[in-house]
């Protein structure tokens, strides 16, 4: 399916580990996303990338670590999460230039911190 | 920054009814309101939005209205079917940086056959 795809769809990981989300979009945006989804909260935006570089960091803890090594991926690096951690993490892209403010999300990254 | 409040939290219908669903905002020179639709397991996709130029939009059973006086918009779903059954999110941009959105806390709707 094109669109945007993300990897893993589920994680679990200790609070010690190491791992990576991937992000990887095909419909030739230039702006890309990742946003929080707990339960019954709103959706969190946690960084912004606009061609490649980084526009936007919502006062995220450094335990999460944004890479963006062109306009088509995007990456979350984890690193001694905590449990409240837990959550959906989704992807999206934008065109900037349309100006529509449509985002396109991926499928979402279901992590769980034991 | 931008605070968008969203009611209700739940809501049920029986099939065939409408469905309203509202958002609140406190930035007054925010000027785009998209909704998005959830289905269980699924990501989210926009299903209507409309600019602060006009105050209504249509596209078949769904509708939104903007009230920019009162910083508010709503969603209407007519003739609800249980394919409509989702969670709904209302957003709206800051001013001064159209990527950044704050996203209402979400609607579920939950139509009963």
């Known amino acids: 399916e094109t669109g945007v795809t993300q990897t893993p769809r589920h994680l679990v990981m200790g609070m010690t580990n190491k791992k990576s989300l991937k992000c990887e979009q095909h419909l030739g945006h230039n702006a890309m996303y990742w946003y929080k989804q707990s339960a019954k909260k709103p959706l969190e935006l946690m960084f912004v990338y606009n061609f490649k570089e980084q526009t936007e960091n919502n006062s995220v803890p450094s335990r999460f670590s944004p890479e963006c090594p062109n306009s088509s991926h995007l990456f979350l690096h984890l690193h001694t999460l905590q449990p409240e951690d837990s959550a959906l993490y989704l992807c999206?892209?934008?065109?900037?230039?349309?100006?529509?403010?449509?985002?396109?999300f991926g499928e979402g990254s279901r992590l769980t911190v034991l | 920054g931008e605070n968008v409040e969203q009611h209700p939290s739940t809501l049920s219908v029986q099939e065939g009814d409408s469905a309203v669903i509202k958002c609140t905002y406190s930035?007054?020179?925010?000027?785009?309101f998209p909704w998005y639709k959830q289905e269980l397991g699924k990501r989210p996709q926009l299903i209507i939005d409309?600019?602060?130029?006009?105050g209504e939009k249509k596209d078949q059973r769904i509708a939104v209205t903007l009230n920019k006086t009162a910083k508010h918009f709503s969603l209407h779903i007519t003739e609800t079917q249980p394919e409509d059954s989702a969670v709904y999110f209302c957003?709206?941009?800051?001013?001064?940086?159209?990527?950044?959105?704050?996203f209402g806390s979400g609607t579920k709707l939950n139509v009963k056959p």
């Open positions: 930035d007054s020179a925010s000027n785009y």
């Open positions: 999206a892209s934008s065109q900037e230039s349309q100006n529509t403010g449509e985002l396109f």
């Open positions: 409309i600019r602060s130029n006009v």
């Open positions: 957003a709206a941009p800051t001013l001064y940086n159209f990527n950044k959105f704050y």
